[in-house]
């Protein structure tokens, strides 16, 4: 069945660096719209970021430490996370609709979810 694999996540100290990745699988359609989110115990989960092939929004939390980009020749989407801090503690999800490469969307899907822990 279609999915999205995600990966990347792990401990990492405060002000420290991670990258998540988010893949389609089987890796024969094609992300459009893609959005990160977030959720730590006890809370809602919460839009982290988002982009298109021209645009990237991020919420004010991690604006200036997160990045999106996108590596065309594997088809996958990273979060790139900089100086970290424990509140970003969190199981992190991507979002993406996905298309065949005729143009057809085959609907919107999620991640498995990957753990992101900031502490020292």
């Known amino acids: 069945q279609v999915q999205l694999v995600e990966s990347g996540g792990g401990l990492v100290q405060p002000g420290g660096s991670l990258r998540l990745s988010c893949a389609p699988s089987?890796?024969?359609?094609?992300?459009?719209?893609m959005g990160w989110y977030r959720q730590a115990p006890g809370k809602q989960r919460e839009w982290v970021a988002s982009?298109?092939?021209?645009?990237?929004n991020y919420a004010d939390s991690v604006k200036g430490r997160f990045t999106i980009s996108r590596d065309s020749t594997e088809n996958t989407v990273y979060l790139q996370m900089n100086s970290l801090k424990p509140e970003d503690t969190a199981v992190y999800y991507c979002?993406?609709?996905?298309?065949?490469?005729?143009?057809?969307?085959?609907?919107?899907?999620w991640g498995q979810g990957t753990q992101v822990t900031v502490s020292s």
């Open positions: 979002n993406a609709a996905l298309f065949r490469y005729s143009g057809a969307s085959i609907g919107d899907y």
């Open positions: 089987p890796n024969i359609f094609v992300i459009n719209t």
């Open positions: 982009s298109t092939s021209y645009s990237a």
